[in-house]
């Protein structure tokens, strides 16, 4: 089987683990999502206090590491691994490349919206589109810079075999 295949394979794998976890994780109750969220924030919080940085407003903090980290950077890799399962197939290359990346960005746009339903009916918890565009906006943000970092590359090489 060739590299690029079990590429494939890896991110598409690595892509669908990535929504699984988001739609459980958009199932748990406000109690349990609220306690994960704080013991990552409060360990970064813990990191950065030990290399001197103080942060004095630690609520402020929570919620902004709860959105960074929660939705857009988890968003970001469901994005950034899609994507590179679409390259390592070479979907961007062929004649339907559009309709590809218009099914990169429906699948985004239906697990953000599914998350975020999922969450207006767990208890403790609250779907809002404010989270709906945050989740957008790092799949989007992700999935576009790996495209672009490929697009580079291949630029970039097919460069050095002109000359």
Same mark, same amino acid.
């Given at each position: 089987?060739?590299?690029?295949?079990?590429?494939?394979? %890896?991110?598409?794998?690595?892509?669908?683990?990535?929504? !699984?976890?988001?739609?459980?994780?958009?199932?748990?109750?406000?109690?349990?999502?609220?306690?994960?969220?704080?013991?990552? #924030? @409060?360990?970064?919080?813990?990191?950065?206090?030990?290399? =001197?940085?103080?942060?004095?407003?630690?609520?402020?903090? &929570?919620?902004?590491?709860?959105?960074? /980290?929660? &939705?857009?950077?988890?968003? =970001?890799?469901? =994005?950034?691994?899609?994507?590179?399962?679409?390259?390592?197939? $070479?979907?961007?290359?062929?004649?339907?490349?559009?309709?590809?990346?218009?099914?990169?960005?429906?699948?985004? /746009?239906?697990?953000? /919206? /599914?998350?975020?339903?999922?969450?207006?009916?767990?208890?403790?918890?609250?779907?809002?589109?404010? $989270? !709906?565009?945050? @989740?957008?906006?790092?799949?989007? #943000?992700?999935? =576009?810079?790996?495209?672009?970092?490929?697009?580079? %590359? %291949?630029? &970039?090489?097919?460069?050095?075999? !002109?000359?």
């Amino acid at each position: 089987m060739k590299a690029r295949k079990v590429l494939f394979y %890896v991110f598409l794998a690595l892509s669908i683990a990535t929504n !699984v976890l988001i739609i459980v994780e958009s199932s748990i109750g406000g109690g349990g999502s609220a306690a994960q969220s704080f013991s990552f #924030s @409060d360990w970064f919080i813990n990191l950065l206090e030990s290399i =001197g940085i103080t942060i004095t407003d630690r609520e402020a903090f &929570h919620a902004v590491f709860r959105k960074l /980290v929660g &939705h857009y950077l988890l968003f =970001g890799l469901s =994005g950034a691994f899609t994507m590179l399962s679409l390259i390592m197939n $070479d979907f961007l290359t062929n004649k339907f490349a559009w309709k590809i990346n218009l099914f990169c960005l429906a699948l985004g /746009v239906t697990v953000a /919206v /599914v998350s975020e339903l999922i969450q207006a009916f767990v208890p403790g918890r609250a779907g809002t589109f404010t $989270d !709906v565009f945050i @989740d957008l906006a790092g799949y989007i #943000s992700f999935a =576009g810079i790996t495209y672009l970092i490929y697009f580079l %590359v %291949v630029r &970039h090489k097919s460069k050095k075999i !002109v000359k």
